[in-house]
């Protein structure tokens, strides 16, 4: 049974290696995003997310410019808030519990309104939300827009 358990800790630790090498040698913005872990401690009063941003990304949040999908929040004729995606089928409110990272952005200038899951490429400073009583992680303010191809 011991060994069992040591080939598992060994098999996971083996993906997770190659998973972060495989991000680091395609270093994009969201390989880089999925390099940041969380995990949950404790239980009802006492829960706590705890998040881990590796180097690599709190070295790139200065200047973050990111490839993705808008997922609004609210409809409005503008667009100062909203989600971003890196995939239309990675949209956290259609239903699928295996979403990938999600980024809340706050625009420098509101953009005018456009159709969900159009594809932007936006810049900011990327925030890393270390607060313990949510799951959000990624928070990009002062953004701009890029190109929409």
């Keep these: ?10 098999l996971i630790l083996t993906l997770v290696t190659a998973t972060s090498a495989a991000a680091l040698e ?16 404790g ?3 006492d829960w706590r997310a ?4 590796p180097d690599e ?3 790139a949040a200065d200047a973050f410019e990111v490839d993705g999908f808008v997922v ?4 409005e004729p ?4 909203f989600l971003l995606v890196e995939q239309p089928d990675n949209c956290p409110f259609c239903g699928n519990s295996g979403y990938g990272p999600v980024i809340e952005v706050e625009m420098k200038r509101p953009l005018p309104d456009l159709p969900e899951f159009t594809r932007v490429i936006i810049s900011g400073r990327l925030e890393l939300n270390e607060d ?3 799951f959000q992680m990624f928070r990009l303010v002062d953004a701009v827009l890029i190109d929409q191809p």
Excluded at 1 to 10: I, P
Excluded at 27 to 33: E, G, H, T, V
Excluded at 72 to 75: D, E, T, V
């Design 1 to 10: 049974m011991l060994r069992l358990k040591r080939l598992t800790q060994l």
């Design 26 to 41: 395609d270093p994009d913005a969201w390989s880089l995003l999925r390099l940041a872990e969380i995990r949950e401690e």
């Design 43 to 45: 239980l009802d009063e």
């Design 50 to 53: 705890i998040k881990h941003f």
């Design 57 to 59: 990304l709190r070295a």
């Design 72 to 75: 609004p929040i609210l409809p």
């Design 78 to 81: 503008y667009l100062k808030q």
């Design 132 to 134: 313990p009583e949510t």
